[in-house]
Nanobody
């Protein structure tokens, strides 16, 4: 079975840091781009970052310079380092393999 399990969310003060992790299994992780998607309390889901299979990265403008996405293909794991957190970063963060429509259950990040 395909599994994506996020962890590392929690409560952080503005200006603080968090590191989200996503462990995966059941599919060939290294072959696919991986995404972090955020569901904010009042907004639609939005892709905030993704990393391609070759390591190329994309960041939404509002998080660029503060978030860092990375992957460890040997561990089938995806990461998101959140620095200089802002209140507007609050939301549920999902990791996803969009091309396969595989999603994790999400982890809550609250900046307050």
């Amino acid at each position: 079975d395909v599994q994506l399990v996020e962890s590392g969310g929690g409560l952080v003060q503005p200006g603080g840091s968090l590191r989200l992790s996503c462990t995966t299994s059941g599919f060939e992780f290294s072959r696919y781009a991986m995404h972090w998607v955020r569901q904010a309390p009042v907004n639609e889901c939005e892709v905030i970052s993704f990393i391609s299979s070759d390591g190329s990265t994309y960041y939404k403008a509002t998080v660029k310079g503060r978030f860092t996405i990375s992957r460890d293909n040997a561990k089938n794991a995806l990461y998101l380092q959140i620095d200089s957190a802002k209140t507007e970063d609050t939301g549920v963060y999902y990791c996803a393999s969009a091309s396969n429509n595989y999603w994790g259950q999400g982890t809550q990040v609250t900046v307050s």
